[in-house]
């Protein structure tokens, strides 16, 4: 059962709704304890887990997307060990294959232009938090996964037009070997270091608000 209300929050009339739901003594115990360890009201804890309604569909027994993908949970550092592992144009790959996937989500939600959401959406699914520093640049921390990963990962976030394509030959020893390549690498890429541990690029900035 749910009841609509009004709130104020920040200034803003914000709609929301009151849900009384049943659940077991177990879960309630469940919802206590990850209270008490984070440090948060339950009624908080309880609002993140739906927010995720936002982001993936969950069932008793799977996790889905919201293209209804089956979806499993890895450990971040598995997933980097894997991604390590691999040659520059695999991992470029990788990137791609992941962000395509994003993409797509955004796109089933009419939100494909939406960098923010996006963004939101990355963290939501564990890829990583979403940093912005005071020049409005993103910063996409280095335990995402290797640099080309990242690299060709993010372009595709912002260059989600499918004439708009991220070279597979800006590999490390392809920009070194050809100056020409190296020349189109800086233009389209503009890697810029911003902070330690951290990967920024040119055409990953927000427009001033």
């Known amino acids: ?5 009004t709130e104020v929050i920040t200034g ?18 469940i919802l206590e304890e990850i209270k008490d360890k984070r440090g948060i ?10 927010e995720m309604a936002k982001y993936m569909i ?18 971040r550092s598995t997933f980097r060990k894997f991604l ?3 040659g520059e144009v695999a991992q470029m790959d990788w990137g791609l294959r992941f962000v395509r996937f994003i993409n797509d989500l955004a796109r089933l939600q009419g939100q ?8 939101d959406l990355c963290g939501h699914l564990g890829f990583f938090n979403k940093f912005i520093d005071k020049e409005n640049y993103i910063l996409f921390s280095n335990k995402f996964g290797p640099e080309k990963f990242i690299e060709a990962f993010v372009y595709k976030i912002f260059n989600y037009s499918p004439e708009d394509d991220y070279d597979m030959d800006f590999t490390t020893a392809g920009i070194e070997k050809d100056s020409k390549r190296k020349k189109d690498y800086l233009k389209k890429i503009g890697p810029i270091e911003r902070a330690k541990s951290y990967y920024a690029y ?7 608000k």
């Open 202 to 208: 040119e055409f990953a900035r927000l427009e001033e």
């Open 58 to 75: 969950t069932d008793q027994d799977s996790i889905r997307s919201l293209d209804d993908r089956d979806l499993i949970i890895i450990k």
């Open 112 to 119: 494909l232009e939406n960098i923010d959401y996006k963004l």
């Open 84 to 86: 390590n592992g691999l």
């Open 12 to 29: 803003k009339k914000e709609v929301t709704s009151v849900l009384t739901v049943r659940i077991s003594k177990e879960l309630d115990q």
């Open 1 to 5: 059962m749910s009841n609509s209300k």
């Open 41 to 50: 009201t339950k009624a908080n804890v309880i609002r993140n887990y739906l």
